[in-house]
């Protein structure tokens, strides 16, 4: 339940921040003049260079008796202000003040069988989890103090013991433990949130079915967001009871998580679908159906590319959606890009569209290698030109003549595509190649 904020009191000098001007000048400490609560503007991790803020929660209804003349690294006087219960010190705790100073005989807030000694600091490091705290306890309770650091306080004082020096030095001690450990906290919550992300995305990654199949299989993908695992590239192959191999690959538009998300859907909705009989037009017309329902936005399409070789290898089914043809290479024969005449609407665009199946003769020996866009929309040096279709046949056809296959191949393709490209591509990269050796 919320505090109840109290009536507007007359703030003691020391808590609008002028005990230092009263303190120099040799007069007393407790002037009645009123300030707002600063505004909320920045936090904790901001103020370097800036002069530091203490907030004194303390009882003691005179004001601040215990607070001496406080000055900075540099000099600067440190500003103070002083609450005389949690209510006050929620009110008075704004984000430029950098440490708090609690008296932990406080009275705590009352709560149902709570007679927890240190209650009083658990409040206030629930209530300021960003602030760095000192705990003040009587003189000969260090065993409270100790207890006070190890539930959350970076330090512990005693109150007859305190001094200009000794309290400005814990001050500017604590405020930098605090942003050490908040920064140490972050990192590690970070490494452990990459880690989470690495194992997750990995999973999401298709593990491909061909046992029983002669064909050799590699894959290589490259996701153009930064510190990512998955784009928007999808890709999978299977090979069903008929023994016939079926491999996909295709490209949500963008490559943030949502496109990623999605990528994953239709990858392994078509895997269910393949595994379930469907192939070319009806295949894509219910994968079109799943984009539809999955996607957020109407305005979002998927590219895919869909090949199925027959049971003998020689000979394959393929069907395009708005995507670049795949490449096939065999012994003695220049790499060319299969027909891509009978290319159908991406995924989402239109409505009822249909995709036809193109029947394609591969031979006995043979390389096919299925890609994304962004392996050949890289640029080629400073200007604005591409490196396209032509520029990859060209390409691959260089380095299967250097005698590079399988994954050496597709390693070289993406490591010359970046190098191209003066830096990491923009796009997410997909590439699979499928061999099947005489």
Known sequence: MPVPVPRQRAIPAVEGG?????????????????EEAPRKDSTVEKHHGTHLTLLVIEDDPGGSTIVPELLDAAGNPIRVRTARNLTEAERLLTDDVHCILLDLALPAPV???????????????????????LALTASGDAERGAEAVRVGAQDYLFRDE????????????????????????????????????????RGLLPTPLLEGSALRFAARYR????????????????????????????DVCGHGPDEAALGVELRIAWRALTLAGLCGDELLGTLQQVLEHERADDEIFATLC?????????????C????????????????????????????????????PRMQVELGREWSLMLYTDGLIEGRVGAGRERLGQDGMVEMVRR?????????????????????LNGGELADDVAVVLLDRAA
């Open 18 to 34: 002028q005990a230092q001007a009263a303190t120099a000048l040799g007069g007393p400490v407790g002037g009645p003049p009123k």
């Open 111 to 133: 709560r149902a069988g709570d007679d927890d000694e240190l209650a009083v600091l658990k409040h206030v490091l629930e209530l300021a989890p960003r602030h760095a705290v």
């Open 162 to 201: 305190l001094d200009s020096r000794l309290l400005s030095r814990a001050i500017r001690y604590a405020v930098e433990r605090k942003r050490s450990d908040t920064a140490e906290r972050r990192l590690a919550e970070g490494r452990v949130r990459a880690q989470e992300n690495r194992r997750l995305e």
């Open 223 to 250: 996701p153009g967001r930064s510190r990512a695992l998955l784009g928007g590239d999808f890709y999978d192959v299977v090979r069903t009871s008929d023994g016939t191999v079926h491999a996909m690959i295709g």
């Open 306 to 318: 869909t090949v199925d070789i027959a049971p003998d290898g020689r000979r394959a089914g393929l």
């Open 320 to 355: 395009l959606a708005g995507h670049p043809a795949p490449l096939v290479a065999r012994p003695g024969r220049p790499a060319r890009l299969l027909p891509y005449d009978n290319n159908g609407p991406a995924l989402g665009l239109l409505p009822g569209a249909r995709w």
């Open 399 to 419: 380095q299967l003549g250097e005698g590079l296959r399988g994954e050496a191949l597709l390693r070289a393709a993406v490591n010359e595509v970046r190098e």
